[in-house]
């Protein structure tokens, strides 16, 4: 059937192939009933899914430290945590919301860390960008980090998520004093290394195409041209091999709510500024200009070789959107000395680093006890 159910994909723009499950029903008359009542339940989980997803949620109770201007700084710990360096979880800022690190139960790396033993645990909860933001700049961001930073007491263990990576990153260049360690988990650090559509794409398209984008957006990156661009990487996935799956799996409870949760996570995206957005496409994807030693960040040049803490540089095997050469390359451009510097390929693709049940079941519990051995 499932073959049967692709075939029936024409019009991918629509989104969602609405018409297909009935035409299967009035060609299998001996199984119609059946196929009308899986039939109406698919249709209306793709309206809970797709039109109305809800809000995401996180899995672990945490509160609120502080609220800046950028994010909100949430506080996951437990007992004891005030005798323990804080951990700083510094989530992407790329279109998405900061509960990739705390998706839910098994599948949250803020748990995982909990669980292996990390009792203090804090991380940035990235705002959407609103029109009063649309000016505001990666230092605006890292003025706000600092201040964080400054309130857990002045030194941090920093993990850094994909985009949060090379925010981290460039955080410790800046003030290397205050990070105590640093883990990179699928970070694009040394932009130009490997292959993959993001790297490409920067490279492919003129300034004036993301600068149109910000346009349209009247300042803004628009969370929804970011959602786009994502499903537009793996349409086949997007557009027919989910709803097929959803198809097959319509009747197990337990596969509709973890599908349920991902969806309220994946289809609210989170709206850029415009200037930061451009700012990341010129400086960092294309000019690279971080591990060249040429980024200003809060008045002053960077070099990558001020990064000297232990360093745990953690990449996906099958990450087609930060390739594990963009993030090993840290070990090349930091001043980090090789016997502190740990890597690490874990299984999968880019967002399972950070909520695959693997990852977090294997990788995530090594960075805990890494972590516990920083002091």
Partial sequence: MADRIKQCHHYPEVGVPFFWPFSIAMNMTDQALGLEQKNMKFLDEVVKT??????????????????LHTFTLRDFSTKGAGKETPVLIIPPYAGHTSEIADFQKKQSLVEALLDNGIKNVVLTDWHSATQ???????????????????????????????????????????????????????APIDTHAGSGPIEEDAKKYPMSFFEGLVATGNGLLLGKYMLQGFKG?????????????????IDDPSYIKRTEDF????????????????????????????????????????????????????AGAKDDITPKEQVFAAEKYFGTTAKH??????????IGLFMGTTAVTTNWPKIADWLKKQG
């Fill in 341 to 350: 510097i740990v890597k690490d390929l874990a299984k999968g693709g880019h």
């Fill in 263 to 314: 969806e309220k996570w994946y289809e609210n995206p989170l709206n850029l500024p415009g200037r930061w957005y451009l700012q990341v496409i010129k400086y960092l994807f294309k000019g690279n200009y971080f591990v060249k030693g040429k980024f200003i960040a809060l008045g002053k040049t960077l070099n990558p070789k001020d990064i000297k803490c232990p360093l745990y540089l953690l």
């Fill in 233 to 249: 990487m793996h349409p086949e996935k997007q557009y027919v091999d989910k709803y097929v799956e959803l198809y097959e799996h």
């Fill in 132 to 186: 009063k933001m649309k000016d505001y700049d990666i230092d605006n961001y890292l003025a706000d980090l600092h201040v964080a930073v400054k309130d857990l007491g002045g030194h941090v263990h920093m993990v850094g998520l994909c985009q949060g990576g090379w925010m981290a990153a460039i955080y410790a260049a800046r003030f290397p004093d205050q990070v105590s360690s640093l883990v990179l988990a699928g």
């Fill in 50 to 67: 797709e039109v109305t997803p809800g809000k995401p949620h996180w899995a672990s109770k945490n509160k609120v430290l502080v609220t």
